[in-house]
């Protein structure tokens, strides 16, 4: 017998012990404080502060531990709610004597996942949820339900027919099985309880008794919704020809309601919207919640659907020394503005039930609930709780938190939450960007919300109605909405091109539309970003509320959801949540992963080179060969500054030698006087390839600057001890974001010389170049997760690809590194046609083939040595 059956007076020191489980004595388990901060000033003030567990909470279950820590590490309630759990744990002890809990708080707040949580952490069975909306109250004491005893031929014979109609081929044998008319009077009698998929029928005959509802919507009790379904049964008995079965008439009857299930087994009983049922029924609960908190020892609730001849009980009788020790009473509720539906609860029933208020919702809150969507785990609310520790040990909580997850978990756990929690803390900043923006969007769209009553956001409130607050409300169930829609597919639309076509950037590539969940996952931080901005132009622009949709613009772009540079005299120096959280070969910290996309590239561009080539990656090159390469290149600590004495590194172009040497190393020669040969010049192809390898890429970046501008040439520094910025642009000068230079190389098919102009913004590791020809999807796929962006100056629409791409490196401050850039660019290269170099757009200079280089620079592998491995 299960121990949480037993009553409370007949539990046994032993059963005590076995009930007890510590949670925090293993895992430490993260737990809202209250205590003092002190600021400078020495002034103290009262908070709540985020730890952990100091001494282990003792949890009432008969689970096994391993089992409850996995649950509760998943399932953690956010930090806002911790409280409330410790509480309702503690309160679920048998020794508590006061056996009820009751919770009210905004819709989506998380009061049933932690009333569903409570039961499913005490007993494997879990708790039972009644949604109390329009329900008349005395029902979860006595319920209505067909009487299938009464005539069980009948039912036994309707579902053969059932079976019958659905296992036909054709309509004409569906309807030689079943009158057609027959098949509208069931699912007019039984509501919701019928079911039509196709030419297929089913009756859940469990949930008849609540599967009709009134002309408003409101929810009939069961025994008019059973009265309801016996009036059409009886109909369809007589035209089926089941009526000469012999049996009974077609009957209800009434059994005990799921209170006292609840009772008996000693389960979790959540009465969820409580605070929505019937008008006039709540008088029910006076005397069944003083039995339940404790106020008196045994109660009577009398059976009102008991009629004469009925053999029903005319009433049950709660006894507190027959109670099961592991009942509780979980009671949920709105606040009373949140609709009309929401009645105040009796003043002598809400004194004992005493309600508790869920806290709004915080950043942290926010982050926690978005990470357990996402991951399956809450990891901002671990790291938080235990910051000091894992700082220390970074790679140490990657590894905690696959264990966590996969702690006694039963479901197969998706292969793109174990890959997030290994690179846990873009994941992190994901969240804690998305987070913010929801926080604040939240606050915006709410007329109540502190920030509009101060009056911060108050030139907002023409736009919002109270029937707009209710459709664009922002609570934790948004979370899992714009999950759900990044999923689906989007459609990926070519905007209009040509002469005075609008400049137009996409949301969604051609490369991020995925033709399956799998390929979404990998792209979640962009399809989600999609969703959230579609959201916005359809809830405020398109609603002509321009002042809303301009505000949540603006926190988009402050909190990293769109790309800073998209709002003018924003700074863009870090990466956008779509950046963070796409699964991005490039960005990936394992070693395997990473020789992996390096191999790709190196194959790829051997088999450009030499078509003949079609073996797969590994018979070319294996990852082994690579792997004596790239673990050097990885411990190497590359850093984004001038440095004279690093070459750069192409992948080789001899297949005979690649496996002993699948890296060459080639010369920079400056000056016209020392210019190569074309034969033994690069090809563009061959370093473009290299810049989308992980650490390769930076390796190469830093090479460029193979000699500075400054003090030769006569080009000075600046004045009085003042950097001239350009100079520091051309020159990737430690103190400048951006660098930028101009290499020359052969073309492809080298038959000419290329001059490629490459920007590099070493804040952000963002690159645009400037080539000549189009490059191979596979490549443009690779530049598109190494965050570069190519321009060929033979595209018809050249000017408007570089604008974009100088915004992407330059960020919203265009304008200003535009000049800057312009003056870099001018310090190596010079105008042919005489123009005053002045009056032009940098995007005009870098595509223009009136320029020349008259400080060249050279990558050639004439006089090139083989890296040795």
């Not at 609570?475 to 829609?485: E, P, S």
């Not at 639309?493 to 002469?499: A, D, F, I, Y």
């Not at 969703?531 to 002509?544: C, Q």
């Not at 070693?591 to 080179?609: A, F, I, K, P, T």
Request: charged share 30%; glycine share 6%; proline share 5%.
């Amino acid at each position: 017998m299960s121990i949480l059956k037993k009553p409370a007076k007949a539990l046994t020191a032993e059963d005590y012990r076995k009930l007890a489980k510590p949670l925090g004595s293993r895992v430490p388990y993260p737990m809202m404080g209250v205590g003092y901060v002190t600021d400078d000033k020495g002034k103290r003030t009262l908070t709540r502060f985020l730890g952990t567990l100091d001494k282990p909470l003792n949890v009432t279950s008969e689970r096994d531990l391993d089992d409850i820590e996995g649950t509760l590490i998943r399932n953690m309630p956010t930090p806002e709610m911790l409280p409330l759990f410790y509480e309702v744990m503690s309160a679920m002890d048998p020794r508590n004597e006061r056996r009820a809990m009751f919770l009210k708080g905004a819709p989506g707040a998380g009061k049933t996942f932690l009333g569903e949580l409570s039961g499913k952490t005490i007993s494997p069975e879990g708790a039972i949820k009644v949604d109390c909306t329009d329900m008349n109250l005395n029902e979860l004491f006595f319920e209505t339900v067909l009487d299938f005893n009464a005539n069980a031929n009948f039912y036994d014979a309707l579902n053969s027919k059932i079976e019958k109609y659905n296992a036909a081929k054709t309509q004409e044998d569906r309807d030689h099985i079943f009158n057609p008319m027959s098949i509208d009077i069931l699912e007019d009698c039984l509501g919701d309880a019928f079911s039509r998929e196709g030419h297929k029928i089913g009756i859940d005959w469990a949930g008849v008794k609540d599967a009709h509802k009134d002309e408003d919507g409101k929810k009939l009790d069961t025994k008019e919704s059973i009265e309801r379904a016996i009036d059409g049964l009886k109909k369809v008995s007589t035209k089926e020809g089941l009526d000469k079965l012999g049996g009974n008439s077609l009957g209800m009857a009434t059994q005990e309601g799921v209170a006292w299930k609840a009772y008996k087994e000693g389960r979790v009983l959540i009465l969820d919207e409580v605070n929505r049922a019937k008008r006039g029924t709540f008088g029910v609960l006076h005397g069944w919640m003083q039995f339940i908190i404790n106020e008196i020892d045994d109660c009577r609730v009398r059976n009102p659907l008991k009629e004469k001849g009925d053999s029903s009980k005319t009433h049950l009788h709660f006894k507190r020394d027959e109670m099961a020790s592991g009942h509780f009473v979980f009671m949920t509720g709105n606040l009373e503005d949140d609709s009309d539906e929401v009645l105040e609860i009796p003043e002598a029933l809400s004194s004992r039930i005493v309600p508790q208020h869920i806290p709004k919702a915080t950043v942290q809150g926010w982050q926690h609930r978005i990470c357990q969507i996402l991951t399956g785990i809450p990891i901002s609310t671990l790291y938080n709780a235990q910051s000091d520790v894992w700082d220390k040990n970074p790679e140490e909580f990657g590894k905690k938190l696959v264990e966590w997850r996969m702690l006694r978990e039963e479901r197969v756990v998706p292969q793109h939450q174990l890959a997030m929690l290994r690179r846990w803390q873009d994941v992190m900043q994901a969240t804690e960007n998305l987070a913010e923006f929801l926080d604040s969007t939240a606050k915006a769209v709410d007329p109540d919300s502190d920030w509009q009553k101060i009056g911060k956001l108050s030139q907002l409130l023409d736009d919002i109605s109270d029937s707009f607050k209710r459709e664009a409300s922002i609570d934790f169930r948004k979370i899992t909405f714009f999950i759900n829609k990044a999923f689906m597919d989007k459609p990926s639309v070519r905007p209009p091109q040509g002469p005075g076509a609008p400049d137009i950037e996409p949301l969604i590539d051609p490369m991020d539309v995925t033709e399956s969940p799998e390929d979404i996952r990998r792209k979640m931080g962009t399809h989600m970003t999609y969703v959230i901005l579609d959201w916005i132009i359809s809830n405020t622009y398109e609603r002509k509320k321009d002042d809303l949709g301009n505000q949540l613009m603006q926190f988009a772009a402050e909190c990293g959801i769109v790309d800073p540079h998209l709002i003018e005299g924003m700074a863009s120096n870090r990466r956008t949540f779509a950046e963070l959280l796409d699964e991005n070969p490039f960005e990936n910290k394992d070693l395997e992963g990473r020789l992996m996309l390096v191999q790709d590239l190196m194959c790829n561009y051997l088999r450009r080179e030499y078509p003949e080539i079609s073996n797969d990656n590994d018979d070319i090159l294996p990852t082994s060969v690579l792997k004596r390469t790239m673990e050097d290149m990885l411990r190497e600590d590359v850093a984004p500054e001038f440095d004279a004495e690093r070459n750069v590194l192409v992948f080789s172009r001899d297949p005979e030698i690649l496996e002993s040497e699948p890296l060459t190393e080639v010369a920079m020669v400056e000056g016209q006087a020392n210019k190569p040969s074309l034969d033994t010049m690069v090809s563009q192809y061959s370093l473009l390839a290299t810049l989308a390898a992980p650490k390769l890429r930076e390796h190469n970046l830093v090479s460029l600057w193979k000699q500075t501008l400054a003090d030769h040439n006569g080009i000075s520094k600046g004045v009085e001890g003042l950097k001239d910025t350009s100079l520091m642009i051309a020159d990737n000068d430690e103190d400048a974001d951006l660098a930028m230079t101009t290499v020359t190389v052969a073309s492809d098919d080298r038959t000419k010389e290329v001059p490629l102009h490459v920007i590099w913004n070493k804040h952000t590791d963002r690159v645009v170049v400037v080539g000549e020809g189009e490059i191979d999807s596979s490549l443009k796929r690779a530049f598109n997760d190494s965050r570069t962006y190519y321009v060929d100056r033979n595209d018809a629409e050249a000017v408007k690809v570089l604008r974009s791409g100088l915004r992407f490196v330059a960020g919203a401050d265009t304008k200003e590194a535009s000049r800057d850039l312009k003056g870099a660019f001018m310090m190596r290269n010079s105008l042919t046609n005489g123009d005053d170099w002045c009056d032009k757009r940098v995007s005009d200079l870098l595509l223009s083939r009136d320029v020349v280089n008259h400080k060249p620079q050279y990558l050639t592998e004439s006089i090139a040595e083989q890296k040795p491995l």
